[in-house]
């Protein structure tokens, strides 16, 4: 008897969610909310950023600097995957980043004898110059 009432009561619950399913079925899945991220896109072919570093009070060209250029490539199933080109100045102190990506990147630059650089930018213009300004570090006595 006690196995009667239970099938009873389960009987109804089942009807109620075997109807339901089609209706939920039916519905668009919604559509998620458009963000305005400043994440940074897929390396453009076209783009080279062109990095002048000098250094010191006279502005002098910092040759065969390290310049990193890191971005986040963001993935929507898997995880994000962390990317970094890394190139060097020539004599003039000028470094080209080729297929650099468009959006947030970190550029870090380290030279021997000066101070180290990192800074997050904005990167807007596919064509864009950046400048920097490398010091010396603090002498220790």
Partial sequence: MDISRRFLATVPLA???SLSWPAAAQNPPAAPPASPSREATAPNPQS???????GGDKDVPVENASVYFTYVEEHKIKKNKTLEINVKTN???VAHV???PLGRVRIQVIAEGWKTYGRWLDLDDPKQVIKIHLERPVKWY
Avoid: H
């Fill in 91 to 93: 004599q003039d102190g």
């Fill in 15 to 17: 009807v109620c969610l």
């Fill in 98 to 100: 080729p297929n650099a």
């Fill in 48 to 54: 080279r950023f062109t990095v002048e570093v000098t």
